[in-house]
Structures are given as C-alpha cells and as structure tokens.
C-alpha cells in the first residue's frame, strides 16, 4: 500500500494570491493525480502529474490556473493561481501503485 | 457514454440491519471497479476492489460487493451495518477508453446509519 500526505491541510486565502499544496508519497508510485472536491459533491480529476514533464490536465483546467509539479516519483505540488472564492474546495492528491490508486487526506481550501 | 451512476445520493439503515449500496456503469472495456469511503473530514480509504479476478470481492470492514457484467452493475453490500459505517460512498471506475489511468467517480451515496 501507499501512504500519501499533503500540506497544508487546510488554509484560508484571500481572492487574488496563490497557494501551493504538496504531495508525498511514502512509496515510488507510477502515477500522481490531483482532483478537487468542492462541497457536497463527489471528486473531479484536474490533472496527471508526470515527473519531469508538463502534467495532463482534464477538460476545463489549465496549467496557468492549476500549475503542477513532480520532481520525482514520490512528491508533488499543485498551485492554485490567482484565487477567487469559487476555488473553494477540497483538493486531493492520489497515487497509483498497481492496479490501486491511493489518497492523501486532502487539503481544505476557503477563499474569501 | 461512458458513465458511474450511484442510484442512491442517500441511504438511511437501523443498526444491525444489513445495507445495499447500488452502483452502475457503462462502458465500452473491461473495467476496474472500486469501492472508496470518506468518512467526514478525513481522506478516502480504499474499501475493495474488483480487477477481472473472482466476481464476488470481499473488502474491509465485512464489506462485499459483486462484479455483475450482464448487469453492469457493482453493488457493495454489508450484512450488519455498525453505527461507525456512517459515511460518504463513492463507486469509482477505472478502463475507460482503454485507459487505467481514466478513473471516474460516482456522484457518492451518504450512508446514515440510525440507533
């Protein structure tokens, strides 16, 4: 199995500025993903995170809103850019090993 | 389309009186199937999965569920409920388009669970 962490686990921001989340794995997964979970709804896909190259990103993200980065195997980052009270919402780290995807405890954003 | 539906946005059970989840899919693949719980304010913790071997999976926590290909359908199923199974289900896919990586969830099924 995989144990995943994020940080921050929670934050709140003020519209305008940015907030970087980070992402480790404790084992060398082959795959990291970002999703977003906005209240009482279920989990939407925003991006692969590829290590060393640009992420893939889901139909209605793009990479100047949700900037993302995978140095290696193991750690991730996610910026969410230019904040506006709408980008308030869980976000959620995963990491695939084997044919199961793991999940980090999320990172709780409120913007005002 | 390719598609998870959870028939359920919410499911209410007495304490020891067993519990059906429905999940149902569409897709053009053999797909992974999962079965995730959120309790609240806590991370997804994987429940069981199904991945093309024995169609009948068993989980955590006495939890089951049976691959139905004719059906298209995943249900998870528990005999007993226990009050700590009070959460948020989500039924999630994975093989879309041929693709592992492509993993869909569910809208999420909250399950009460009452005294």
């Known amino acids: 199995s995989a144990v995943i962490s994020q940080k921050p686990s929670r934050d709140i921001c003020q519209r305008g500025t940015s907030l970087t989340i980070q992402c480790q794995v404790d084992?060398?997964?082959?795959?990291m993903f970002w999703y977003r979970q906005q209240p009482g709804q279920s989990l939407t896909l925003i991006a692969t995170?590829?290590?060393?190259?640009?992420?893939?990103?889901e139909s209605g993200f793009v990479i100047d809103k949700f900037p993302i980065s995978r140095p290696n195997l193991t750690f991730s980052t996610l910026t969410v850019s230019n904040m506006s009270p709408e980008d308030s919402s869980i976000y959620l780290c995963?990491?695939?090993?084997?044919?199961?995807?793991?999940f980090g405890p999320g990172t709780r954003l409120l913007v005002l | 389309a390719q598609s998870v539906t959870q028939l359920d946005s919410h499911v209410s059970v007495s304490e020891g009186t067993p519990v059906l989840l429905r999940c149902n899919y569409s897709?053009?693949?053999?797909?992974?199937l999962f079965w995730y719980v959120q309790h609240p304010n806590k991370g997804l913790q994987l429940l069981l999965k199904?991945?093309?071997?024995?169609?009948l999976v068993k989980g955590i926590n006495g939890f089951e569920a049976e691959f139905k290909k004719s059906e298209t359908s995943f249900h998870l199923t528990k005999p007993s409920a226990h009050m700590s199974d009070a959460a948020e289900y989500f039924c999630?896919?994975?093989?879309?388009?041929?693709?592992?990586?492509?993993?869909?969830f569910g809208a999420g099924t909250r399950l009460t669970v009452k005294p």
């Open positions: 995963s990491g695939r090993l084997g044919e199961t995807q793991y």
């Open positions: 084992s060398q997964v082959t795959m």
């Open positions: 995170a590829n290590q060393g190259s640009e992420a893939t990103y």
């Open positions: 897709s053009s693949y053999s797909p992974s």
């Open positions: 199904y991945t093309s071997a024995a169609t």
């Open positions: 999630v896919v994975s093989g879309f388009r041929g693709n592992n990586n492509d993993m869909r």
